[in-house]
């Protein structure tokens, strides 16, 4: 009892501490210097996540054992590579996670926290067990609803999936919750109200104006997927406008630059989001973007690049077998892309595992094989537009011409997220 | 409370429940929707509920939202949600159901949709078109019998909120602005929604750190202000006494049968439904609470992290039934006595804490005789609003103050560390978080909180100077 009372207290101090972290101003970041007539200069909002990691990791030198102190650090390095993508704070978070676990084990805060990660890494199984060992823990708590669902969602059970959303939103209705019925609803292909839905999300609001501006660039993925450029262009502006460098947001707006036919500032914003975080998936639109507009040289060493950073990734623990075993299939080897995406199925059996092994068995010359993964990849219904290409084109390959022609998405739907499939359709 | 609980509860929130944000990163393209543990714009922060001298026939509520708004917090400041209910709830039978609702509903106007910006400088009115982004609200009367909707009225509808006061270049003169927002209702009422001044103060650093007081034992001033400097966004409300009154006539005196009221704040938004349909449709049952508050620091002191959202999620008439047993055996209690091995703090049988807080105090605050034990803020309208109010309220011989409602000024940070340590039993001890007022004064006239802090030169925290001891029994000073 005595040593809890403890806890709780010293508890209450890292907390004090943390919000505080994250909510005075002053300290860490230098007064930015105002240039006239550009109206007010503003600190970059991730100055925010530098100080309150500062404030964190001091809280955590002074109270070493208390196990809060480490939960709130890794939240804190996670929050950070949402804003910047540096994975290897994955491995950070990571072991600050084991150490709390240690101090407190079975605390449904550092297993919520260990089950986000995991998702972060796409190792959806642990990320499953941690959610609900956390659900059980504190049965009381919303929290472990967000990493339950996505852990569901990602493993391919979507009737699950939709049950614990159900529950989770019947609870808390609030950015969280809103932000996964959009997506449930966008994997079923209705995206009127995916749209409906992220707009809830956007009016509650979040945490910080990362939140809030992260679901503004998924608003933009959401109109651009419905054909609406206009808008997705108007969002994605909005995004960037709330927090610049957003790169969620930046890549959403190049989108909208392709769908718009405009690939040479595509190109421009692309290079320059690549320059600090070099995502695979923004690297392979980059060099699929410049091969398109006939910079083959620059097309060709960017899309070099994906192999390498993919092995940072894995090197950060960050599983990416689905989407390199699309990429393999694009742009290097359909063998290698098969064996990719045979793991990726054994390890979530999700329409996106599915997709990818089709368009593998695809581009190995069996067709028909692709053409069977690709419609179990769209059983939902999904309308995602490069779903809908791989299965066109394994369709128009297996000769079935027909079906083909209902599947492929226009060009202009599917330029933003593939300008080399976009010009394969067209042929 | 509140900021106490945006600390820990949220904060808290984060323990049981999952942490400050349990974030996943973007290390590749799954889908990663933001997991967040605070949700300012529905987080009820502080409510208070009194007789003004300027008013002294009606009720006057300032329920708070959206905690910690940095005055320099660009460039998409603060709103309320659009798509979120708010609630002023009044109880007037004691059974801690609503009788009495006001549901405020706002909207946000974007003049020019092309542009992102909150405003371009020089607005000197509330309808200046170098305002671009306002907001409105609609506010509808409800009214329940046993907990039965028997009517629903809106009486306004288009009320400008106040802005956010970006600074001095965008409103080179603010305050007049801002007073267009304070609205007459029918029936000599007056409403005010938008941002002000965060009116609760607290010394975080010393309350969290294991009750670490600067000076003394915090009765002697020294303590920092961590709220100092925060914006909040308000609703000031002032309604005649019958709008709230068990048979709808005046307080005639503080005994009168109609005189305390039970007050509480509380947020709903939208569920949905999952697989679409018609869930985006307003249905009955289609609102879920997200967050209410009723006294200060039951939310944080009393309910244990665990349970906090459940807290959030019912109603006042069950909170005998669910945290019951918390009230009576609170762990603050415990954790001085762990502290400071002196104080002898009573742990457990804390009736003195439920009735000060939970079923009122016969005489004073108690709104029926048998009222069962719920967390609203009791206020008996017929105690006459004072001249000279002590801001340790009725512990300290005010009996105006809290927990007679609450006022502005009202040292609830102190009032509850002694109430927990035992004052209403004897035990009276000297204690206090060494803040005594808020870092800016309030205002005489409605509505009462202080005009926000701006953008521009906003300065955060201030140091209570130091001042003598005050003694352990508030009304001896």
Redesign the interface.
């Known amino acids: 009892?005595?040593a809890r009372?403890?806890t709780?207290?010293?508890?209450?101090?890292v907390?004090?501490?943390?919000?505080?972290g994250?909510?005075?101003?002053?300290g860490a970041a230098p007064a930015p210097t105002p240039k006239p007539g550009a109206g007010?200069q503003?600190p970059p909002p991730s100055a925010l996540t530098d100080r309150r990691i500062s404030a964190l990791q001091a809280i955590v030198r002074v109270r070493p054992g208390v196990a809060?102190g480490y939960?709130?650090l890794?939240?804190?390095y996670?929050?950070?590579?949402?804003e910047n993508?540096d994975?290897g704070?994955?491995t950070r978070a990571a072991g600050l996670l084991r150490r709390a676990l240690q101090l407190q084990p079975g605390?449904?805060?550092a297993l919520?926290?260990r089950s986000?990660?995991e998702?972060?890494?796409?190792d959806f199984r642990a990320a499953l067990g941690d959610a609900r060992r956390?659900r059980r823990a504190?049965p009381?708590?919303?929290?472990?609803f967000?990493?339950l669902v996505?852990a569901l969602?990602?493993l391919g059970r979507y009737g699950a999936a939709?049950r614990a959303?159900?529950a989770m939103?019947?609870?808390?209705?609030?950015?969280?919750a809103?932000?996964?019925?959009?997506?449930?609803?966008e994997l079923?292909g209705?995206l009127a109200?995916a749209r409906?839905?992220m707009a809830?999300?956007l009016?509650?609001?979040?945490?910080?104006?990362?939140?809030?501006a992260?679901?503004q660039a998924?608003l933009s993925h959401i109109d651009l997927v419905r054909g609406d450029v206009g808008r997705a262009g108007?969002e994605a502006?909005?995004a960037l406008?709330?927090f610049p460098g957003l790169?969620?947001a930046d890549a959403a707006l190049a989108r909208v630059e392709l769908a718009r036919g405009r690939a040479q500032p595509a190109i421009a914003r692309l290079r320059r989001l690549v320059a600090r975080l070099p995502?695979?998936?923004y690297l392979t639109l980059l060099g699929e973007s410049e091969m398109a507009a006939g910079e083959r040289g620059a097309g060709r060493r960017d899309l070099a690049t994906v192999r390498a950073e993919r092995r940072l990734?894995a090197a950060?623990g960050?599983d990416?077998d689905a989407?390199m075993a699309i990429f393999e299939a694009d742009h290097g080897s359909p063998r290698r892309a098969l064996a990719l995406a045979r793991r990726a199925w054994a390890a979530a059996p999700s329409i996106?595992s599915a997709d990818a092994l089709g368009w593998a068995l695809t581009r190995s010359g069996r067709p028909r094989a692709g053409w069977r993964w690709a419609r179990r990849a769209l059983a939902l219904g999904s309308r995602d537009p490069l779903l809908l290409a791989h299965a066109g084109l394994a369709a128009r390959a297996s000769g079935a011409r027909a079906q083909s022609r209902g599947l492929l998405p226009a060009g202009a739907v599917l330029r933003p997220f593939s300008p080399s499939l976009a010009r394969e359709v067209a042929r | 409370m509140r900021k106490l609980s945006?600390?820990?509860a949220?904060?808290?929130?984060?323990?049981?429940?999952?942490?400050?944000?349990?974030?996943?990163?973007?290390?590749?393209?799954?889908?990663?929707?933001?997991?967040?543990?605070?949700?300012?714009?529905?987080d009820d922060t502080d409510v208070y509920a009194f007789t003004a001298p300027d008013a002294p026939h009606a009720l006057t509520v300032v329920a708070n939202w959206i905690p910690?708004e940095?005055p320099?917090g660009?460039?998409?400041f603060y709103r309320f949600?659009?798509?979120?209910d708010y609630y002023v709830n009044v109880d007037n039978t004691g059974d801690g159901r609503y009788d009495v609702r006001y549901r405020f509903n706002f909207k946000t106007r974007v003049r020019n949709?092309n542009s992102?910006l909150y405003a371009l400088p020089g607005v000197t009115s509330l309808n200046d078109p170098e305002l671009n982004v306002r907001q409105t609200y609609k506010i509808t009367r409800l009214s329940y019998r046993g907990g039965r909707l028997t009517g629903a009225r809106v009486i306004a509808r288009n009320l400008p909120v106040a802005p956010d006061n970006v600074?001095p270049k965008t409103f080179p003169d603010y305050d007049p602005v801002a007073a267009r927002a304070i609205r007459p209702l029918a029936g000599r009422g007056k409403v005010f929604a938008g941002q002000v001044d965060d009116p609760f103060f607290v010394d975080?650093?010393t309350?969290?750190?294991?009750?670490n007081i600067r000076n003394g034992t915090g009765n002697a001033g020294g303590g920092k202000d961590?709220l100092a400097g925060y914006n909040v966004h308000s609703i000031v409300l002032q309604v005649p006494e019958p709008a709230v009154t068990r048979n709808h006539r005046p307080v005639a005196s503080p005994r009168a049968a109609n005189a305390v009221v039970g007050v509480w704040s509380s947020t709903d938004?939208?569920?949905?439904?999952?697989?679409?349909g018609r869930g985006?449709r307003r249905v009955r049952h289609a609102d879920?609470q997200?967050s209410r508050l009723g006294n200060p620091l039951v939310n944080e002191v009393i309910i244990p992290l665990?349970?906090k959202?459940?807290f959030n999620?019912t109603q006042p008439a069950d909170d005998l039934k669910h945290f019951g047993k918390y009230v009576l055996s609170p762990?603050l209690a415990?954790?001085m006595n762990?502290?400071f091995p002196g104080l002898n703090v009573p742990e457990d049988n804390r009736t003195d804490i439920v009735q000060a807080l939970l079923t009122g105090i016969p005489g004073l605050t108690r709104i029926a005789p048998k009222a069962p034990p719920t967390d609203t803020l009791k206020i008996n309208l017929g105690t006459p609003p004072t001249a000279t109010p002590n801001r340790f309220g009725a512990i300290g011989g005010d009996t105006g103050g809290f927990p007679n409602g609450r006022r502005l000024g009202d040292d609830v940070v102190d009032i509850s560390l002694r109430v927990v340590g035992g004052f209403l039993k004897g035990n009276k001890l000297p204690l206090g978080d060494g803040v005594d007022a808020n870092d800016v004064p309030f205002r005489a006239a409605f509505p009462y909180v202080a005009p926000p802090h701006a953008g521009f030169d906003s300065q955060?925290k201030r140091v209570e100077p130091q001042h003598p001891p005050t003694p352990a029994d508030p009304s001896q000073g």
């Open positions: 009892m005595l009372v403890g709780g207290a010293a508890l209450a101090f907390l004090a501490l943390g919000a505080f994250l909510l005075a101003r002053g007010p503003l809060e939960v709130l890794a939240g804190a996670a929050q950070k590579v949402r993508g994975a704070l994955y605390d449904p805060g919520t926290q986000a990660l998702l972060s890494r796409h956390a504190a009381d708590a919303d929290a472990p967000g990493v996505d969602v990602e939709g959303l159900q939103v019947d609870r808390k209705p609030d950015l969280a809103y932000a996964r019925v959009s997506y449930w609803r079923h209705d109200g409906r839905a809830l999300a009016s509650a609001g979040g945490d910080t104006s990362e939140n809030g992260a679901v998924l108007h502006r909005a406008f709330a790169p969620g995502l695979p998936e990734l950060a960050v990416t989407e996106r | 945006v600390l820990v949220a904060s808290l929130a984060a323990v049981t429940a999952g942490v400050v944000a349990v974030v996943p990163g973007s290390g590749s393209s799954h889908r990663e929707a933001p997991l967040t543990a605070l949700d300012p714009t529905a910690f940095d320099a660009g460039p998409n949600d659009d798509r979120a949709k992102f600074g975080l650093g309350t969290f750190d294991a009750l961590d938004r939208h569920r949905l439904r999952v697989t679409g985006h879920v997200v665990g349970r959202d459940f999620a762990e415990k954790v762990v502290l955060l």
